[in-house]
């Protein structure tokens, strides 16, 4: 079993699980722009992590949790998530400003801590913006989604996740009700101006795949649709 890991080796290991490294390798670049650091350095850390069995990091392929990275990664999402939920919840912080203070707390807190909150908040499966929470035990429920900016005229669909790193665009989903468990209708698109016509809650709106990019969501079968 590898040290008791740093917050930067955190950081590490939740964006590498982030970006599809429990089952396949992930190229440097793309951690890098994940955590908005240089390639250089993440080259230098990877092979540092390699070093302590928190990945396997082969040079041209990139780097893939190891079965303990894994357990790590998916410690830190359950505790980001829990406090997301509990700011939410119980401080009634809004969904756009809780994952900025979820990233600082997630570092700090016990196993005893994460565990209390969990209880309090009845052992919940998802946080604010959708995400599925992995269990104590962690398990981590995979879901078939897919993003609402690639949905078409006809198309019915449920939300149900909400990319969280960017509250401008979390209060402007809100405002138009582009929230978890929204059906969304997608009404028209026109591909040559890039522009959505979708009804949500009887409101017609419209806006481009750019307002729509970060919104995930499950299609409603044709005969369920109406």
Not at 81 to 96: A, G, I, N, P, Y
Not at 154 to 175: S, Y
Not at 202 to 217: D, F, K, P
Request: charge should be negative; aromatic fraction near 4%; hydrophobic fraction near 40%.
């Amino acid at each position: 079993m590898p040290d008791q890991p740093t917050q930067a080796v955190q950081d590490y290991l939740k964006a590498i699980h982030q970006l599809g490294g429990a089952g396949a390798f992930v190229e440097p670049n793309r951690i890098a722009e994940e955590l908005g650091v240089k390639a250089p350095s993440v080259t230098g850390m990877l092979k540092r992590l390699g070093d302590a069995g928190w990945i396997e990091y082969t040079s041209g392929k990139g780097a893939k949790l190891s079965a303990s990275g894994l357990t790590e990664a998916l410690r830190v999402i359950r505790r980001h998530r829990l406090v997301e939920l509990f700011l939410t919840q119980v401080l009634k912080l809004d969904w756009s400003e809780v994952d900025a203070e979820a990233e600082a707390l997630e570092h700090a807190i016990s196993p005893r801590l994460e565990q209390a909150l969990a209880d309090y908040l009845g052992e919940p499966h998802e946080d604010p913006h959708g995400h599925p929470i992995p269990s104590r035990t962690g398990e981590l429920k995979a879901r078939d989604l897919q993003q609402l900016s690639t949905c078409r005229a006809g198309q019915t669909v449920i939300v149900r996740e909400a990319q969280d790193d960017n509250p401008d665009r979390l209060r402007h989903w809100r405002t138009q009700g582009l929230t978890p468990g929204a059906r969304v209708h997608i009404l028209t698109y026109q591909e040559l101006d890039d522009l959505f016509e979708v009804e949500v809650d009887g409101n017609l709106i419209r806006l481009g795949s750019e307002g729509l990019a970060g919104l995930r969501g499950e299609l409603v079968a044709p005969d369920a649709a109406s």
